[in-house]
């Protein structure tokens, strides 16, 4: 049986990433076209023949909810244009901190659009730094969860820091910081922050030494960039030569660029899962494209692609 013929498309808010990700890849972005009726509903349309392929559709599915509402349009019309394999490549998974009920009557928000993306038609989930890793058994469907660590500790390593000390900005994230120090035979620190309310911090403590180290802050994403900077500044107090952060998802949302044009910290290194919004002289974007075109390459192939889980 001849191989099953792979096909790159790419959703509107994720192009620049696609366009990396197919020239890694050695393709081209399929042609798909996207109408927008006068009150703002759209529809997606592939412009070339998907019967019998293997569909790849980037998209992140960072809010608002249109960026997920494409996706589950372009997985739909893949599904109903004899698509044969349809993979849903999102390097941000949106929705993804609703993963539990941590109080009463609020919803599983990632367990419910994991199903939704099944209905929709995606046969194959590829994804980046979730942020509970538990959310791949919300999936039927296979999903290949890669780390971003695979991008980020050789940037690290090529700074050639001394006296490196790893840090997780809250209690949830002290499995991720261990991985990193491991990699990296460095210290780990640990902030334990108390909240006011959701993206309000009350009170903040270090678990550790920070006097005299270089300081870097591991997280999956970052939001309105309250814990980082308020993390950075207490480090910097406690004694910490230089305190940067690696955050996979830069969300950025609220007041995040001037708290951290104005805060202690040295560097903010990101991915670019999502585009950012506006440049900043902080903000250093190191890119995922290659790291998710040799997956889907591999999947394509049908190859292993445990080289790529290096945490």
């Given at each position: ?21 197919a020239?890694?890849y050695?393709?081209?972005?399929g ?8 009150d ?5 349309s ?20 249109d ?10 019309a ?11 490549v999102m390097?941000?998974?949106g ?13 599983i928000?990632?367990k419910?659009i ?6 929709a038609g ?6 980046m730094?979730?942020?509970?890793d538990?959310i791949?058994?919300?999936?039927e ?5 890669l780390?971003a ?15 490196l000390?790893?840090?997780?900005p ?6 991720r ?7 990296l035979?460095?210290d ?25 180290k270089?300081?870097v802050?591991?997280d ?6 309250g ?12 004694g ?11 969300v ?12 202690k ?6 991915t ?10 902080k ?5 995922c494209?290659?790291?998710f ?10 190859k ?8």
């Amino acid at each position: 049986m001849p191989a099953t013929e792979a096909k790159i498309f790419n959703c509107t808010q994720s192009r620049e990433l696609a366009e990396k990700i197919a020239g890694h890849y050695g393709t081209k972005l399929g042609n798909v076209i996207t109408s927008t009726y006068s009150d703002g509903e759209f529809q997606p349309s592939f412009e070339e023949s998907v019967r019998g392929s293997r569909v790849f559709i980037i998209g992140s599915t960072h809010p608002g909810a249109d960026h997920l509402m494409e996706m589950l349009l372009m997985l739909d019309a893949a599904k109903r244009a004899s698509a044969r394999h349809i993979t849903a490549v999102m390097p941000y998974f949106g929705w993804a901190r609703q993963d539990r009920k941590d109080k009463p009557r609020v919803p599983i928000a990632a367990k419910m659009i994991a199903s939704i993306l099944e209905t929709a038609g995606a046969t194959r989930i590829i994804t980046m730094d979730l942020h509970a890793d538990q959310i791949q058994g919300f999936f039927e469907k296979p999903v290949d969860h890669l780390y971003a660590s695979t991008v980020f500790l050789p940037y690290l390593k090529k700074l050639g820091l001394d006296n490196l000390t790893v840090a997780s900005p809250d209690m949830g994230g002290s499995k991720r910081a261990y991985a990193y120090s491991k990699a990296l035979g460095s210290d780990v620190v640990i902030c334990y922050k108390q909240r006011a309310k959701a993206n309000m911090i009350s009170h903040m403590e270090l678990i550790g030494d920070v006097t005299g180290k270089n300081v870097v802050l591991v997280d999956d994403m970052v939001d309105t960039a309250g814990t980082l900077t308020k993390a950075a500044d207490v480090m910097m107090e406690r004694g910490a030569i230089s305190v940067r952060a690696i955050c996979t998802h830069p969300v950025l949302s609220g007041e995040a660029y001037d708290r951290i044009e104005k805060s202690k910290l040295q560097e903010l290194i990101v991915t670019d899962s999502i585009p950012l919004r506006q440049e900043s002289k902080k903000i250093k974007v190191v890119s995922c494209a290659e790291l998710f075109a040799d997956v889907m390459k591999s999947v394509q192939d049908n190859k292993s692609i445990s080289s790529k889980f290096i945490m």
